[in-house]
């Protein structure tokens, strides 16, 4: 592959370039949102910044290469071809979970053409920061010697869990145990198998993808730095852990990331769809309000719908419901259709949103006050920095039922009141859960409160997140430039791999 696009005069070997940090998120909402964060905050801090993308996911850079025209570029990339991936497929919002094992394979196909763009530039990137779920980027940053940095949207827990878990796949395989326990983690977390994260139990089967998988993502934890999208108020012993696990004090925890400078991702998100949204929470009064969302990949089915449809409908509290949709088959088979006369029966008590809803907008709305959700890390960081202090929990897949462990029995900040991506709530228990929730004083809320609390503390001034964003920029600063190619063309400009 080559590189093209326009000539442009840079001076090479120059003292006054700036520092270059290559960068790499992985193609699915729940890792980019915080990796594009990041990339924002480091943008402000004037490094000279390339993030590597393909045609169809380049679009979702939009609003942040927008915001910074002068120091974020992009290298795009055609997506390789892969067998166990259909043509045209970019991101895992098009193929939903199960799509992992193979995205992640078909993008480590990008490795040469990135070293051979590393080798042609004039001011090489000092360092690489990808996605924790490429692992492989660790074999790229060493050949092309360079330090590589791997970023989390996960919890420092889950994080931990994805380290050790590796080392009790082959038990696992061999001999089926019902539960495994992680002793040497604070807590001493233990999961039944099923509820292991998704990641791991696919890799349950021996195969050329899954053993690939199961190396690379193992090599996180031999990474020269690790950054954590969590807070040491909250995930402080985690940190701690990994620290000691990886040998030394590279570990970063910079969350929530979302809050950086702003109480809303407005740099990163349009707008424009929520109005409708914004103007039926306008017309609530304070606090009254159930935001009920299981975020991007999660297709709810015929009988889950049904069942929160009841239940919601019973509890008599107002709610603002996102609901995934699905393609024409899924719907016809009833995934994600909402119950015909649903919409009818709640009135105005109710607004039932199909599609995409802005979630940072809804949950700092005054009108929200509590939040049905599937236990994902970005939506319960989002949460808590919205001030938003009643959860219920209905952990589903992926990191969730880890993240469930940590909200719920180690911290007891939320209220789990579901379990499964399959399991069906009972209609009658939902709706008491939810009615007691948005009118009770339980003693989540009051941890909840505390917990956002250290979440704004965190990346307010003298913060433990903005000390350890502090650490890393300096860090970043101080590595060794890498030696320039002589010549190179659209080096300033964004970039297209042919």
């Known amino acids: 592959m080559s590189s093209t696009s326009t000539t442009t005069t840079t001076r090479i070997g120059g003292s006054n370039q700036p520092t270059h940090i290559l960068m790499f998120p992985y193609p699915a909402q729940g890792h980019m949102l915080a990796f594009l964060d990041l990339t924002h905050h480091l943008a402000l801090q004037d490094f000279m910044i390339t993030i590597i993308t393909t045609p169809k996911n380049h679009k979702i850079l939009g609003p942040l290469l927008s915001a910074h025209p002068a120091t974020i570029h992009t290298l795009v990339f055609p997506f390789p071809s892969y ?71 996960i919890a420092a827990l889950q994080f931990s869990i994805l380290d050790k ?26 999961f039944r198998v099923e509820l292991m994260p998704s990641v791991f139990r696919r890799c349950r089967e021996s195969n050329p993808e899954t053993d690939f998988i199961k190396d690379f993502l193992a090599t996180n934890i031999s990474s020269w730095g690790i950054v954590i999208n969590t807070f040491e108020g909250f995930e402080g ?24 400078g702003t109480k809303k991702r407005h740099v990163l998100e349009n707008n424009r769809d929520s109005a409708d949204v914004l103007a039926w929470l306008d017309s609530c009064p304070d606090d009254s309000v159930l935001y009920v969302c299981f975020g991007s990949q999660k297709l709810l089915n015929r009988q889950q719908m049904v069942a929160l449809a009841a239940g919601l409908e019973r509890s008599g509290v107002r709610f603002l ?42 949950l700092n709305h005054r009108a929200v006050g509590g939040f049905l959700n599937h236990c994902g890390w970005n939506s319960m960081l989002e ?12 952990p589903m897949e ?24 399959e399991a069906v709530p009972d209609p009658d228990e939902l709706a008491k859960e939810i009615a007691e929730l948005m009118k009770g004083d339980a003693p989540e809320r009051m941890r909840a409160k505390e917990w956002g609390e250290k979440a704004l503390a965190a990346v307010s001034a003298g913060g433990s997140s903005l000390r350890d964003l502090d650490e890393l920029v300096r860090e970043l600063r101080q590595l060794p430039r890498p030696k320039p190619a002589v010549a190179h063309e659209g080096v300033n400009g964004n970039t297209a791999a042919q």
């Open 383 to 394: 949460a808590s920095g919205a001030g938003v202090t009643r959860i219920l929990g209905w």
């Open 165 to 190: 878990c590796w080392s009790v796949l082959s038990l696992v395989r061999e001999t089926s145990p019902s539960v495994v326990d992680f002793p040497n983690i604070p807590g001493s977390p233990s």
């Open 398 to 421: 992926a990191d969730q039922h880890v993240n469930a462990k940590l909200l719920v029995e180690l911290r007891g900040v939320v209220k789990r009141v579901c379990e499964g991506g």
């Open 237 to 260: 012993d985690y940190l701690r852990y990994l620290k000691n696990r990886a040998g030394h004090h590279r570990v970063y925890g910079v969350g929530p990331l979302n809050l950086l």
């Open 83 to 153: 067998a166990n991936l259909s043509s045209g497929v970019e991101n895992i919002m098009d193929i939903g979970g199960p799509g992992n094992i193979a995205m992640m394979n078909a993008l480590s196909k990008l490795k040469e053409p990135i070293v051979q763009w590393f080798h042609s530039h004039p001011n090489p990137p000092v360092a690489l920061i990808s996605d924790f779920f490429l692992g492989w980027t660790l074999q790229l940053a060493n050949q092309i010697n360079i330090p590589r940095i791997s970023f989390s949207s």
């Open 321 to 362: 419901w996102v609901v995934k949709t699905g393609t024409a088959e899924e719907a016809a088979e009833g995934y994600g259709e909402v119950p015909d006369g649903f919409e009818e029966k709640v009135g105005n008590r109710g607004l039932v949103v199909k599609g995409w809803a802005s979630q940072l907008l809804i």
